[in-house]
């Protein structure tokens, strides 16, 4: 068999390619390689990446009515016409579902040796495919996939993992099981209500500027998966019956996970790019049951105002969103329907494991001033201790840029450094609600105006009396 497979180099990597099936390895793990290849082209021919024929039936069904199944989801949102990012996700989405139930999807792996991938995932290191668990010192392997409505969907690279010495029939064992919990993961994502769901979460945060709604309010997350979650079992009614809707409607029922409603909080559920304080746990029960009672907070909204409800939602935020998170979601649905939803809200989530609830921060940056020359010196994005060199003489300042957003405001935030001992610098901000984003400017000069050698600082970062990030900051000078 090796005479059939094509070897490509890549920088650090090999590749080897066989009947359509690429593998890449590290050259310590060629001899591995070159044997698992022939037996992956054969686990990826015989896994059943479709579960059932309807499965691919409905997959086929879709593509005859695809503009009418388009133009519906445009309407329920108050659209005359989907726009480009609706009209980009949906279409990228359905070629990767219909990919998937011809089995040409998954054709791309990347071998990975599981003792340096661990030391990688320790030292911070982020690996496509692969995250890790802190609290089992362990991998776990992931689809990468992620819509992004500007980018057209690539077929993945799955990543597999191996110990460089283990036998062919151990690691054999190891890439069927990684790739039969790949197939489940994919055959969810070939599912209609995925494609509906989708299509109408790009509708309602897409740009104005092609055809989107625009929704960026930082809290609008149990909002807007309730409403795509609502569309999308509409949209299965229309196109494939009432048995079809109501599994959907069986999946989704709240009542199983009545349970966790203490632990779900809805309220300050953050939109994703406001993920530097994420309230959504790594719990795969806690995650459903916050889709599961998002959707039907919308489905008791519309029982209650009318089937024209979100379209007039919609309506009423296109005609009203003057400026980026104004209005809020709260604002837009009390503006049509009379009704204010905070109490609603707030009935979920007392018991919520968020210390930062109510709250939505991104974009915290600092940086090292010298004199008059702004030198960037890290992010929260970035491995913290980087050094900084600092020209003698010069006075030595933190200038702290951010975005900060509150449910409940007024909230203090304070940011100060410290060489272990002593305060060096301070600063106060306040976090103000969610109708307005605060952009926060400040200088904070430091006491050390002519030190010498190299200095330790810690930066703390305090919201509402509880520490959310303490990094280390190291200042060397002549």
């Known amino acids: 068999m090796e005479d059939a497979q094509t070897v490509i180099a890549l920088p650090g990597w090999q590749v080897i390619v066989e009947a359509g099936v690429r593998l890449e390895y590290q050259p310590d793990m060629e001899a591995l390689a070159r044997q698992l290849l022939p037996e992956l082209v054969k686990i990826v021919g015989e896994v059943p990446w479709i579960h059932s024929e309807q499965q691919r039936r409905n997959i086929e069904h879709i593509g005859a009515h695809q503009t009418a199944c388009l133009q519906y989801i445009a309407s329920m949102l108050g659209l005359e016409q989907p726009g480009i990012a609706m009209t980009n996700t949906f279409y990228d989405l359905f070629q990767l579902q219909q990919a998937i139930a011809a089995g040409q999807y998954v054709q791309s792996f990347r071998l990975w040796d599981q003792a ?5 995932l320790r030292a911070g290191a982020v690996v496509d495919g692969i995250t890790y668990d802190k609290e089992t010192d362990s991998c776990i392997l992931t689809v990468p996939f992620n819509i992004d409505m500007d980018t057209p969907l690539p ?19 190891s890439v069927r099981q990684a790739i039969l919990s790949y197939a489940e993961a994919l055959h969810a994502l070939s599912e209609p209500y995925v494609l509906f769901h989708e299509t109408a979460e790009a509708g309602m945060v897409g740009s104005s500027m092609v055809g989107g709604i625009q929704l960026h309010s930082a809290f609008r997350r ?9 569309i999308a079992e509409q949209a299965i009614w229309q196109l494939f019956g009432q048995d079809a809707y109501q599994q959907v409607l069986v999946r989704y029922d709240p009542a199983q996970y009545e349970a966790y409603r203490p632990q779900v909080d809805l309220w300050s559920w953050r939109a994703r790019e406001w993920g530097a304080l994420e309230a959504v746990p790594a719990n795969p029960h806690l995650r459903l049951a916050h889709y599961a009672f998002a959707a039907e907070e919308i489905r008791e909204l519309v029982r209650r105002h009318g089937e024209d409800t979100i379209a007039h939602i919609m309506t009423w935020f296109m ?8 209005p809020t979601i709260l604002q837009a649905i009390q503006a049509v329907t009379g009704e204010d939803m905070v109490g609603r809200l707030q009935q979920y989530g007392q018991e919520a494991d968020d210390a930062f ?10 940086f090292v001033l010298m004199d008059d020359v702004v030198i960037s010196l ?5 491995s913290p201790g980087q050094p900084v060199l600092l020209a003698q003489g010069a006075d030595l300042e933190f200038f702290f840029r951010y ?3 509150a449910l409940a405001h007024p909230v203090p935030m304070q940011i100060e450094v410290t060489d272990g001992v002593t305060r060096m610098g301070y600063a106060e901000f306040v976090l103000e609600g969610e109708s307005t984003m605060y952009v926060s400017k400040r200088r904070l000069r430091l006491q050390d105006k002519m030190m010498t050698g190299e200095k330790a600082y810690t930066l703390t970062v305090t919201i509402n009396g509880k520490v959310w990030m303490a990094n280390p900051i190291v200042i060397t000078a002549p």
């Open 403 to 405: 975005e900060g957003l």
């Open 116 to 120: 340096t991938v661990l030391r990688l």
């Open 378 to 382: 890290t992010s929260i994005e970035l």
């Open 155 to 173: 077929a993945p690279q799955l990543a597999l993992l191996c110990n460089q010495h283990e036998s062919l029939q151990s690691a054999l064992t």
């Open 222 to 230: 149990w909002f807007c998966e309730g409403v795509a979650h609502y």
């Open 319 to 326: 005609h009203e969103n003057a400026r980026p998170y104004t």
């Open 357 to 366: 609830r109510g709250i939505a921060i991104r974009k915290l940056r600092y």
